[in-house]
């Protein structure tokens, strides 16, 4: 019998090496996704969407060496009545506004600082649009009638095969995606341990088969269409399109600091909702589009794709244009336009106004029912007040 038990004990003791060894082999992915697992509790979220490099896999997008561009300060604008209030109710973290391309208001909540690199969240799909746009004036994409699967030939076969630019641009591929960040097993969520886990989004892009609408029949606001975006301009230059989008967009802008791009665990990065930045930089990407593309001495986006991407352009008048929001009840709003992130993020444009109002946030009740209402209204009164 004692032989017996020292043999179970060996047995045991072999078995369990493996699995040990598996665990180191795969800390670092096992960390992150408890980190994605933590991301959003109520004592972790501020912090964490300030440090969002330090729990994922990610690269630095040179700023380049050119000086900052300029923001002057003119006077303070203050804010209108109840503002306080929205603040508190909403965790709004940052907030920087620009009137006549001079800041007027700017004010930091919750311990973060003008230093912090924000999280973008989907605002990135503002950015990308912007990238895009100038590959199109540079004839690198010319078509955008053109089939995704022209530069992104792993989609063939899959739900996006027969998808064009254009529908993807207008969040209208027809892609069936779950979006509910609220459902763990949603496509959103499962995407997000796709990047803890260090997998590859090129290949979860690829697995989706299914589609819920025609493509270009209307708008499905699906995140991974700009993630194939992403794929496109990879097929079509060669280069990460957050390489593509330094080179282009960053670069030119003379940010303050060096963006950051979150990145899958093959080094492509996460287009759709990964970039970080400080919230005054935000604010001179809206400038830069106030100013129909031209920004710190040069047309960086061509005037006739800010006309294009800021402007209806989703099927059956839809509230989207090409990554943009757009008010489906524009013009009584003087063409006002806006990038959007989760949990608050919004970077508001409003022509009429001669104003940007840049927001990051960590506003856990971001999916309550009249949020979104309440924040446009309150953007667009920041907008008015002067």
Same mark, same amino acid.
């Given at each position: 019998m004692k032989g017996l038990a020292r043999w179970a004990i060996r047995a045991g003791m072999a078995a369990a090496l493996p699995v040990a060894g598996l665990a180191w082999w795969k800390r670092d992915e096992i960390a992150r996704l408890r980190?994605?697992?933590?991301?959003?509790?109520?004592? &972790?979220?501020? $912090?964490?969407?300030?440090?969002?490099? /330090?729990?994922?896999? !990610?690269? *630095?997008?040179d700023r380049g060496n050119g000086p900052v561009s300029e923001l002057a300060r003119g006077d303070d604008d203050g804010l209108p009545a109840g503002v306080g209030d929205w603040i508190e109710r909403r965790s709004v973290t940052a907030l920087v506004k620009l009137r006549h391309?001079?800041?007027?208001?700017? $004010?930091?909540?919750?311990? %973060?600082?003008?230093?912090?690199?924000?999280? !973008? +969240?989907?605002?990135?799909? !503002?950015?990308?649009?912007? %990238?895009?746009?100038?590959?199109?004036?540079?004839?690198?994409?010319? @078509?955008?009638?053109?089939?995704? %699967?022209?530069?992104?030939? @792993?989609?063939?076969?899959?739900?996006?095969?027969? *998808? $064009?630019? &254009?529908d993807a641009l207008m969040m209208s591929s027809g892609v069936a995606f779950n979006e509910d960040y609220l459902d763990f097993h949603s496509d959103i969520n499962k995407m997000g341990r796709v990047l803890a886990m260090g997998r590859s989004m090129n290949a979860f892009a690829a697995s989706l088969k299914t589609r819920e609408a025609d493509p270009g029949a209307r708008m499905?606001?699906?995140?991974? @269409?700009?993630?194939?975006?992403?794929?496109?301009?990879?097929?079509?230059?060669? /280069?990460?399109?957050?390489?593509?989008?330094?080179?282009?967009?960053?670069?030119?802008?003379?940010?303050?600091? !060096?963006?950051?791009?979150? %990145?899958?665990?093959?080094?492509?990065?996460?287009?759709?909702?990964?970039?970080?930045?400080?919230?005054?930089?935000?604010? &001179?990407?809206?400038?830069?589009?106030?100013?129909?593309?031209? +920004?710190?001495?040069?047309?960086?986006?061509?005037? /006739?794709?800010?006309?294009? $991407?800021t402007v209806l352009q989703a099927p059956k008048g839809e509230g989207y244009g090409y990554q943009w929001w757009v008010p489906v009840d524009t013009a009584e709003h003087g063409g006002d336009y806006f990038a959007r992130g989760i949990y608050g993020q919004h970077v508001y444009i409003s022509p009429a106004h001669d104003v940007v109002v840049a927001i990051n946030a960590a506003d856990r009740l971001f999916k309550q029912e009249g949020v979104e209402e309440e924040n446009l209204a309150m953007l667009r009164r920041i907008a008015e007040i002067s």
């Open positions: 980190e994605v697992n933590r991301l959003f509790e109520p004592d &972790r979220i501020v $912090s964490n969407f300030s440090n969002m490099p /330090a729990l994922f896999h !990610s690269r *630095v997008i391309g001079q800041i007027t208001h700017e $004010s930091y909540f919750l311990g %973060t600082k003008p230093e912090d690199l924000r999280i !973008s +969240w989907s605002m990135a799909k !503002s950015f990308l649009s912007a %990238t895009f746009g100038i590959l199109h004036h540079q004839g690198v994409i010319p @078509d955008l009638d053109a089939p995704l %699967t022209r530069f992104a030939p @792993d989609l063939k076969a899959t739900a996006y095969d027969g *998808v $064009s630019i &254009r499905l606001y699906v995140s991974i @269409d700009t993630h194939v975006l992403g794929m496109v301009i990879a097929g079509a230059t060669g /280069a990460d399109p957050a390489e593509v989008m330094g080179e282009l967009l960053i670069e030119p802008m003379g940010l303050e600091a !060096s963006p950051v791009m979150l %990145t899958d665990g093959k080094g492509v990065s996460f287009v759709l909702g990964g970039l970080n930045l400080r919230t005054r930089d935000y604010a &001179r990407f809206g400038q830069m589009f106030l100013q129909k593309g031209f +920004w710190n001495g040069r047309q960086i986006v061509p005037e /006739a794709w800010v006309a294009q $991407s």
